[in-house]
């Protein structure tokens, strides 16, 4: 895998573990974090917690789906990542852009409550 392909899954992971990281067990949570904030490998996480590889491999993985199919069922992290996109445009400098990103906030946050 390229570094900048490393970087994107990181931090998509942190995305979605700070919006949906309590949905997970403690366990889940407790290696989610070790592996992705903490970066340790996943030998120092089986050593540390007193389970094997595999089953920290395993713990990851899932924890990996769930956050997935939280995004994919619920999409806050889409949505506020929207929202972001949209106020960033309303700072620019041109009026056209700020009349069309006020009018694309205005939807996201109409559709979105």
């Not at 407790?30 to 490998?41: A, Q, T």
């Not at 990851?60 to 997935?68: A, F, M, T, Y």
């Amino acid at each position: 895998m390229r570094d900048d392909a490393i970087l994107e899954k990181r931090e998509r992971a942190m995305e979605l573990y700070e919006e949906y990281g309590p949905l997970l067990t403690s366990s889940q949570q407790r290696i989610f974090e070790s592996y992705y904030r903490d970066d340790l490998s996943l030998s120092e996480i089986a050593e540390n917690l007193a389970i094997s590889r595999s089953a920290a491999s395993e713990s990851l993985r899932i924890s990996w789906e769930k956050l997935e199919d939280f995004e994919t069922k619920l999409g806050e992290v889409r949505y506020k990542k929207a929202i972001r996109e949209q106020v960033e445009a309303l700072s620019s400098s041109k009026e056209e852009e700020q009349k069309a990103a006020f009018i694309a906030l205005k939807e996201l946050i109409r559709h979105g409550i």
